[in-house]
């Protein structure tokens, strides 16, 4: 990796250029501290997988080692406050500054340690694996490797790099970064205008709230008016009825009254229509020769009629065509007609029920007195059938004897 590098590297800083050598001694610094970090990642965060089985595998000296460095660990997340509650009861620590000295000491001494004895790691991770989620990288200590892979990678694209290639990508970063502070502010003025948005629909929310009750009262107080109102219907209701209920007793007995005058007087109507039947018997008997007479007239005058029919019969169906074509065109003058009608009914039916109403018990008197004449007339008609019976009977046997 360090033999690919070019030449001809971009500048640091000034008019100063990196030399080849440069370049790869800083490649080689960069890949040597990549390979210390994926061997301290090897080492079990925080615990050791089983303690009995690195003693006899790796020897009492280095789980020593790596036991301090653990412990260097622990006591390190206690201090910084990074987990405070796992930190044991009493505990005296030591001070930070002394802590983090001590830690990165340790840490040289197991990375050192690791990179002279490679199979350390492999003999970890063959003990790590009788114990799961044990005795493997963390995920934090892969972010933390991808990351600085991905930093080595950048460096040696950048050192790779022209300074023509460089002055492009820093152009077009200036653009992409222009672009980007634009878009930020759009970002800012929309979230501005939302608020400002949101602002206003809060006030309109709370102005409808106020609103609302507002009604609400309104609604309160008129259901409270409309209460009073229909007790106060009800008890002109109640009054008026008594009213009405004394006002038909007196028109009951006044109506009674009449009643009797009428009975009088239909006594009297039919003695009168007594005597007007009998001369209608007799005009009965003249009409019934009249009606022969016309009988046979019409006989001969249907045989005329009868060809007059036919012709009228032509005319008819000529007729019915023509009355079909007007009552299609009627029909549509009726339906708008009926739509007017409608509203002159809906109008005429207000009003008939206000005059309904004055005159129920005028109608009522009257239908009762309709009703009582009705009834007297059929009895009459009755008797007058039975008598007119005997009558003829009688007249028929005087017919016979002045023969």
């Known amino acids: 990796m360090a033999a690919a590098a070019p030449s001809g590297l971009p500048a640091t800083g000034g008019n100063n250029k990196l030399t080849n050598v440069e370049a790869q001694r800083i490649m080689s610094i960069l890949t040597e ?59 005296e620590m030591p001070d930070f500054e002394t802590l983090d000295d001590e830690l990165r000491h340790s840490t040289r001494v197991v990375c050192r340690l690791l990179k002279e004895a490679p199979g350390i790691v492999t003999q970890l991770n063959s003990v790590g694996k009788q114990v799961p989620t044990e005795g493997t990288v963390s995920a934090s200590m892969r972010r933390i490797l991808t990351t600085f892979n991905e930093l080595k990678e950048q460096t040696y694209v950048r050192l790779c790099t ?28 929309l979230q501005k205008e939302i608020r ?66 009428l009975t009088a007087d239909l006594a009297a109507k039919r003695k009168e229509n007594k005597d007007s039947e009998d001369n209608l018997r007799k005009k009965k008997v003249k009409n019934e020769s009249e009606v022969e007479q016309w009988i046979s007239k019409y006989d001969a005058d249907v045989g005329d009629k009868d060809s007059e029919l036919g012709a009228l019969k032509a005319v008819y169906a000529d007729e019915q065509k023509e009355m079909a074509r007007l009552e299609a065109y009627f029909a549509q003058v009726a339906v708008e007609r009926g739509a007017q009608l409608e509203v002159e009914r809906k109008l005429a039916a207000v009003r008939a029920r206000e005059e309904a109403q004055q005159q129920a018990l005028e109608l009522a008197a009257i ?25 003829g009977g009688k007249a028929g046997k005087a017919g016979k004897k002045k023969k």
Request: aromatic share 4%.
């Open 196 to 261: 400002g948005e949101k602002a206003e629909r809060d006030k309109d929310v709370s102005q409808r709230d106020e609103l609302l009750r507002k009604l609400q009262g309104e609604l309160d107080g008129i259901q409270n008016t409309t209460l009073a109102q229909i007790a106060q219907i009800e008890a002109e209701a109640k009054a008026q009825e008594d009213g009405d209920r004394a006002a038909f007793v007196g028109r009951e007995t006044g109506l009674r009254a009449e009643l009797a005058k």
């Open 367 to 391: 239908y009762m007195q309709r009703i009582w004449r009705g009834r007297q007339a059929r009895r009459g008609l009755e008797k007058a059938r039975s008598g007119k019976g005997g009558k």
């Open 33 to 91: 501290m990549l390979s210390k970090l994926d061997l301290i990642s090897r080492v079990p965060p925080l615990q050791l997988p089983d303690a009995d089985a690195l003693r006899e595998t790796l020897g009492a000296d280095v789980l020593q080692l790596l036991e301090e460095q653990l412990t260097l660990e622990q006591q390190y997340e206690w201090v910084s406050g990074s987990s405070p509650g796992d930190a044991p009861a009493g505990a």
């Open 162 to 189: 022209s300074v023509e290639e460089e002055k492009a990508k820093g152009d077009w970063f200036a653009e992409v970064s222009a672009r980007e502070e634009r878009a930020s502010q759009q970002l800012r003025q």
